[in-house]
């Protein structure tokens, strides 16, 4: 049974992932903390978000779904894509949002990714061996081999609209104007070993728009999927983040 005092997390995943990813999280977390990691639309089985692939339309949906479970006390922990979509949702200042965690977060602004970059990952959708080569770039430690068939095999069920809205829209949208409007505390967690994105993009393009006291946790030997590869410290991190948030 989860502690009363402690929020609700509500996991959102990376692109091309699935809810599961935040298993070790959850599970090194222990039982006082309550969670709930959704698949988000095109990805892991789910189904389009209503009104496409926006942002706006993610946060729609996760709005939704946080009135669904009937939630009045929570915090938004995104990765990557769902970093972004957190963000999205917290500026809108919802009832009961005391905190947003974002581990190497997709920046409010676009995402720095060159155009060779976005041609080789459309022409990656559906392919077995780029996405083999995916984990291999995005993880910087050891995965069991049944952890890794899941990271493949969650790339693999991406739906193509989801795949390509992200890359050609949603990774590009700029809502670096509404950041003003996030109000609760935040916290920005990173590898130092992320190949996609490394920490200098985040005190550049995402710390300077979010709360002055947000800190910028840098976790070594990491790379970009923190919830697989570094699901201890990331426990350690959210737990100490979420002790120091007003209880309301």
Same mark, same amino acid.
């Given at each position: ?43 892991? =089985?789910? $189904? &389009? ?9 993610? *946060? ?5 779904? @946080? %009135? #669904? ?56 959708? =559906?392919? $077995? &061996? ?9 993880? *910087? ?5 049944? @952890? %890794? #068939? ?99």
């Amino acid at each position: 049974m989860a502690s009363s005092n402690f929020p609700t997390l509500i996991y959102l995943h990376y692109w091309a992932g699935a809810g599961h990813a935040w298993q070790g999280v959850a599970d090194a977390l222990g039982s006082d903390y309550s969670s709930l990691a959704p698949n988000l639309g095109g990805f892991g =089985g789910a $189904p &389009a978000p209503t009104g496409g692939y926006t942002l706006d339309a993610y *946060a729609n949906a996760i709005a939704a779904y @946080i %009135k #669904e479970q009937r939630l009045t006390h929570y915090v938004l922990v995104g990765h990557s894509m769902g970093g972004k979509f957190a963000l999205t949702l917290a500026a809108r200042q919802p009832v009961g949002l005391v905190g947003v965690a974002l581990l190497s977060p997709s920046p409010p602004t676009a995402e720095p990714m060159t155009e060779q970059d976005r041609q080789e990952s459309l022409k990656a959708y =559906g392919k $077995p &061996a780029e996405a083999e080569k995916t984990f291999q770039t995005i993880t *910087a430690r050891p995965q069991p081999p049944a @952890i %890794k #068939e899941q990271i493949i095999n969650d790339n693999l069920r991406s739906s193509k609209g989801a795949w390509d809205a992200w890359l050609l829209h949603g990774s590009r949208e700029n809502i670096a104007a509404r950041m003003c409007d996030v109000q609760v505390p935040c916290a920005i967690l990173a590898g130092d070993q992320d190949q996609i994105m490394s920490p200098s993009v985040h005190g550049l393009e995402t710390l300077p728009l979010l709360p002055d006291d947000t800190p910028l946790e840098i976790i070594g030997g990491a790379g970009h999927l923190l919830p697989y590869d570094a699901p201890e410290e990331v426990a350690a991190l959210l737990r100490d983040f979420v002790s120091r948030l007003p209880l309301r």
